[in-house]
């Protein structure tokens, strides 16, 4: 299988050199990087030509490398029934710069890339409804990021008092979260719940 990924992978550089960076194949993946203003035709290449016929986008998502100055790497992922193979393509962007849409070439690429621009702040030019998708209305930031705090900014919770749902800025009780298994926000107590009655079980009083 191997063989074959690297066959498919020179193909696609050949093909198209100035528009491809490389590829490799590791773990029985191939992955392509491509130029991000050259990813409409490369993914069109991968469609249409009959050596490749990658028909199915599976998905469009995003890596977070904020030491890197093109902080973003934007993947998609391919599928040919024909050709009985899967590739990864990569493109590298900014907080700033945008990745042209790719949503003439796969119509299903619209909502993956909405998801992309929600949480990693990706933004998709020619993009016919660049709206967030998961996120709440309002929403600031985009959680995926790995400045994002993990908390986040506001917490909602419905209000008994006023019968709906409200919004608040997060307050904590200290300054992380600690992951004991009882309580991630305060820390285990001293007495955990239960603990009397299964005292008085043990003595057999019960």
């Known amino acids: 299988m191997d063989e074959a990924l690297t066959e498919t992978g020179e193909y696609i550089v050949a093909a198209m050199p100035d528009d491809v960076t490389g590829f490799r194949v590791e773990h029985g993946e191939l992955t392509v990087g491509a130029r991000r203003g050259a990813i409409v035709r490369v ?12 028909r199915i986008l599976v998905d469009v998502t995003a890596v977070d490398w904020p030491e890197r100055a093109e902080r973003f790497d934007v993947v998609y992922h391919l599928l040919s029934l024909d050709q009985n193979m899967r590739v990864r393509v990569k493109v590298m962007t900014d907080e700033e710069t945008p990745v042209p849409t790719v949503t003439d070439v796969y119509s299903s690429a619209g909502w993956f890339e909405r998801e992309v621009w929600d949480l990693f702040g990706v933004f998709f030019d020619g993009h016919p409804d660049l709206r967030r998708i998961l996120t709440d209305y309002g929403f600031e930031g985009h959680p995926l990021r790995k400045d994002f705090p993990l908390t986040g900014h506001v917490e909602v919770r419905y209000d008994e008092t006023r019968k709906r749902v409200v919004y608040e800025p997060v307050r904590l009780t200290q300054d992380f979260r600690r992951f004991d298994f009882i309580s991630p926000w305060e820390g285990m107590p ?17």
């Open 190 to 206: 001293d007495e955990l719940p239960g603990d009397g009655d299964a005292g008085e079980a043990g003595d057999g009083s019960g």
């Open 43 to 54: 993914l069109s290449l991968l469609r249409d030509d009959s050596n490749c016929h990658f």
